[in-house]
């Protein structure tokens, strides 16, 4: 009998599910019968006022479209994108795995913050860490310590001492354009904290806010407010002058349930899980230079500790990005981009008490990067660079020191890379590689080979990537006798996509990953310190299906994925001894349902739900004080979101609820080290308020 | 033998990568908007100058190969005169028919038979247009190409082009990707 089918609740849980799955396949054939409609009406000029194609100005003729006008899907799988490769290309044919995200999907779900957003895409996944973080897994493997890079407006916020990026309440997501995920890896371009991928966030510019917005979100569970945020942006675009600014700040609350740890303790999520984010970003650019400044504060309330309830303390994560750079345009072919980083972290920040002590690191990257981009001719385009970061990083508690006693440690990262894309008839083929050379750790070469190619409605992609996680200063702090290396992982993808009409598109990819040398955190049980090793190998191997449908009714983005670890080495922290084929904390299925209808020109309703399979956690402690794994039951999270747009001019008005039938959430730590799972939200009411004042064209009036 | 997953993975993109070459003659043919490939032929015809000896008479398109070009040209026909010339569009079955034709249209499934149409066209006033890409290095005057984000442009080879004693305006050059 299939686990899935142990009680009537999951059984249930299941049906519904498939119900909605079942939705979205009954709404194929619908949208194929739609599309026979209007398959006609694709004619290139339709837009032109005179019915003359012929007699077009050689301005129009420049645009003319091979394929007719656009639909709405065609326009979002055939966008240009950036992330997968340092020269644009169409999802469809850029070199890695890569899911986007737009502006409209995120306004529509209703997303509270970036974890919504995310969730909507296959393979990833969220997991607990310690003291209340909630950070990324990618495919079933835990990559919350440097092994997804997030980019926001270019600027990694990973921060620099461990490598992670923090999750729940985190980054407005009323301020995002679009977002650009690679689910696959991406140290050939980013280096070493892009192994296991890479979330490119991209917010809006002067020229796409073009007024003032406002946005204020409240969020309220049954016994406490879940947030309450609010969000400001100005921007505007004269000339050559783009020039934008973003500040929002807010409070939240991770749960409001009780949190129970192994050992007996507990405490009330609804008094200590504050997620408090405020976050200011300035973007301008004029002609080919363009400037940036964002800074990020994030503080986290908890009183889980590493595994045993404490007392209630604050995490804070405080980081500011500087970043200038100019592309220089040396002749038509040949662009050289100079550009230049300061980033500054006080991160996971804690003033420590009678159980445990202060937390204070001080840590500053400079980076210097100089890129060329030549494109030879149309088909061929070659770029290279180098990169050089120092790492500077100070212990400010008295009686705390990094390694040797030092107050003070310096690393000096060394990079090189090259990429070159070939367009030919039959294949794109992108070759890259990217070197690096820590003063500390050594060197990594990372290589790739890429070949893709679209064929009107199929599209084909073969990927295979070495990839690295760069030690962080922690790991090198906290090294044990064996030393510490990179962690190195090579990725095969392929992937294969039909356009089933013009309005939807189904896609399936499937990816072996193995990582060798994995950095793990543990205990040292002879001193009872915390420590860095480089363990064995791991890794996982899957599959990911997406289905999309969009029309002018609305649109559905169906997905699945699966993972499974059987067949790759194994580390102990990371398994499941009654399921070889599963890792900690990730379902190996996982579904997601995301719709939107447009009711009226002005009002969507917005369906979503996410199905996951069953997951393992550490939930127990035996006799002997080790601990026990056990399966938790699969789970459905099904969501309602309304949006009225224009309900005066300027004003959007929406109203949702968040996870409908109060399914008990929990973030499962990704590896054994004894922490309970945690509790996440559960039912909430949010209730978002959007206004927008455009500044008045002259032209529009005229 | 067991194969291993890399050679698993290797055969089905073998597989998967044949299966698209396969589907592409085919959809190629569904999903292009032969209208917007009309116009051009239309605005080749406006900014290439033929010699006087083609400048009487039909102005002739031939066609080889089954392409729904045809039916767009015929449209064409119907409403324009090139520089006063009545526009005629045959669709040929074979070379032979190609005659004195002012433009040969080489549609997508007939890009074989370049060489041939070349020989067959050789010192004539003829221009010779392929609608897939990369015939201009195999001496066509003219071959379409679609960009990433589904623009329509072409390419053009210059020299080829005037060894059929015909003259291209710079207007029309500034707008192709030019082989040298």
């Given amino acids: 009998m299939s686990p899935l089918l142990h009680t009537s609740m999951q059984h249930t849980r299941l049906l519904l599910s498939m119900l909605l799955c079942g939705v979205v396949f009954l709404a194929c054939p619908f949208s194929s019968f739609a599309q026979q409609d209007t398959l006609h009406v694709t004619d290139p000029v339709a837009q032109k006022d005179t019915l003359d194609y012929y007699e ?111 999750f729940g309440n985190h980054f407005p997501v009323e301020q995002i354009k679009r977002i650009e995920v690679i689910r696959g890896p991406g140290s050939a371009i980013y280096g070493g904290y892009a192994e296991y991928g890479v979330i490119n966030i991209i917010t809006r ?67 200590y899980s504050s997620l408090n984010p405020a976050n200011l970003n300035v973007g301008l650019s004029y002609k080919n230079f363009s400037t940036r ?135 794109n083929v992108i070759l890259g590689a990217r070197f690096d050379n820590h003063n500390v750790y050594g060197s990594s070469f990372v290589p790739r080979i890429g070949l893709t190619k679209k064929f009107n409605k199929l599209h084909f992609k073969l990927l295979y990537s070495n990839a690295f996680r760069a030690p962080t200063i922690e790991n090198i702090n906290l090294t044990d006798s064996t030393g510490m290396h990179p962690e190195r992982t090579s990725v095969a993808e392929l992937e294969v996509g039909y356009q089933l009409t013009r309005k939807s598109i189904l896609t399936l990819n ?14 040292d049980n002879m001193t009872g310190q915390d420590a860095y090793h480089n363990a064995g190998s791991n890794g996982s191997r899957g599959a990911e299906l997406e289905y999309k449908v969009k029309d002018h009714w609305g649109y559905i983005n169906f997905n699945y994925s699966f993972y ?60 002997l004080g080790n601990g026990v794994v056990t399966r938790l039951p699969s789970a459905f999270y099904a969501n309602l979101f309304l949006r009225y747009e224009n309900v005066v001019k300027g004003l959007d008005i929406g109203i949702g609820v968040y996870n409908i039938f109060d399914e008990q959430l929990r973030y499962i730590q990704p590896y054994n080290s004894l922490h309970a799972p945690l509790p996440g939200p559960s039912r909430e009411f949010v209730v978002r308020l959007s206004y927008a004042l455009h500044f008045k064209k002259k032209e529009a009036e005229e | 033998m067991k194969m291993s997953f890399y050679t698993r993975v290797m055969i089905c993109a073998g597989i998967s990568w044949m299966m698209s070459l396969c589907f592409s003659g085919t959809l190629q043919a569904q999903d292009r908007d032969y209208k917007a490939y009309s116009i051009y032929v239309y605005n080749f015809i406006k900014y290439i100058e033929w010699p006087q000896s083609s400048k009487t008479g039909e102005f002739v398109i031939a066609v080889i190969g089954d392409s729904p070009i045809t039916k767009e040209l015929r449209t064409l026909a119907a409403s324009k005169k090139a520089n006063g010339q009545t526009i005629v569009i045959r669709n040929i079955v074979s070379l032979s028919e190609v005659g004195t034709a002012q433009i040969l249209y080489i549609s997508s499934g007939k890009s074989n038979m370049i060489k041939e149409a070349l020989e067959k066209t050789k010192n004539l006033p003829t221009l010779v247009i392929g609608e897939r890409e990369g015939l201009v290095k195999k001496g066509a005057g003219i071959n379409f190409v679609t960009l990433d984000d589904d623009t329509l442009k072409f390419e053009l080879n210059k020299k080829a082009i005037e060894e059929h004693n015909l ?3 710079s207007t029309l050059i500034s707008l192709a990707f030019v082989d040298k």
Avoid at chain 1, 372 to 379: G, M, P
Avoid at chain 1, 510 to 523: E, L, M, P, Q
Wanted: aromatic content about 12%; charged content about 25%.
């Fill in chain 1, 510 to 523: 499937v990816f072996d990953i193995t990582t060798k040398g994995a950095i793990v955190y543990y205990v």
């Fill in chain 1, 56 to 166: 077009m100005s050689i301005e129009q003729l420049q645009k003319l479209k091979a394929v007719g006008v656009s639909s709405e899907l065609e326009k979002l799988i055939n966008s240009l994108i950036g992330v997968a490769s340092k020269k644009p290309l169409s999802g469809r044919e850029s070199p890695s795995i890569v899911s986007l995200i737009t502006q409209e999907e995120i306004k529509n779900s209703g997303a509270r913050d970036l974890m919504d957003v995310l969730n909507m895409i296959p393979g990833v996944d969220f997991g607990v860490d310690v003291e209340g973080i909630v950070g990324i897994g990618m495919r079933g493997n835990w990559a919350h310590e440097g092994k997804v890079l997030l980019l926001l407006d270019g600027q990694e916020m990973n921060e620099i001492l461990f490598g992670t990026t923090q």
């Fill in chain 1, 205 to 271: 510019d002067g020229e796409d806010i073009d007024g003032i917005a406002l946005s204020g979100t409240y969020g309220q569970m049954q016994h406490t407010y879940a947030r309450r945020n609010v969000s400001l942006s100005a921007g505007k675009k004269i000339g050559a002058l783009n020039f934008s600014l973003a500040a929002s700040m807010g409070e939240g609350r991770r749960s409001e349930k009780v949190f129970e740890d192994l050992y007996g303790g507990s405490y009330n999520m609804a008094e």
């Fill in chain 2, 167 to 169: 003259h291209i305006s």
């Fill in chain 1, 564 to 623: 499974t670890s059987a067949g790759k080495g194994k580390i102990a922290d990371y398994e499941v001894p009654q399921n070889s084929a599963m890792l900690l904390a990730f379902p190996a299925h996982k579904l997601n349902l995301n719709t939107s209808f447009y009711i009226t020109r002005h009002f969507t309703i917005s369906p979503s739900c996410t199905f996951q399979s069953d997951r393992y956690a550490y939930t127990a402690i035996d006799s």
């Fill in chain 1, 293 to 427: 400044f964002i800074m990020d504060e994030y503080a986290v309330q908890s009183a889980d500790g590493y595994d045993q309830v404490k007392l209630p303390y604050w995490d804070r994560f405080s980081s500011t990005f500087c970043e200038m750079k100019y592309n220089f345009k040396i002749r038509e072919k040949l662009t050289i981009t100079p550009k230049i980083n300061y980033k500054h972290q006080i991160p996971w920040r804690t003033a420590g008490d009678s159980t445990s002590d202060p937390y204070y690191k001080i840590v500053d990257r400079y980076t210097g990067n100089l890129s060329f981009s030549y494109n030879y001719n149309r088909k061929l385009n070659i770029t290279f660079g180098g990169e050089v970061f120092n790492d500077r990083a100070e212990d400010r508690v008295d009686s705390s020191y990094y390694s040797d006693n030092q107050k003070k440690v310096s690393y000096l990262n060394e990079a090189v890379y090259a990429q070159a894309l070939a367009k030919f008839r039959l294949v």
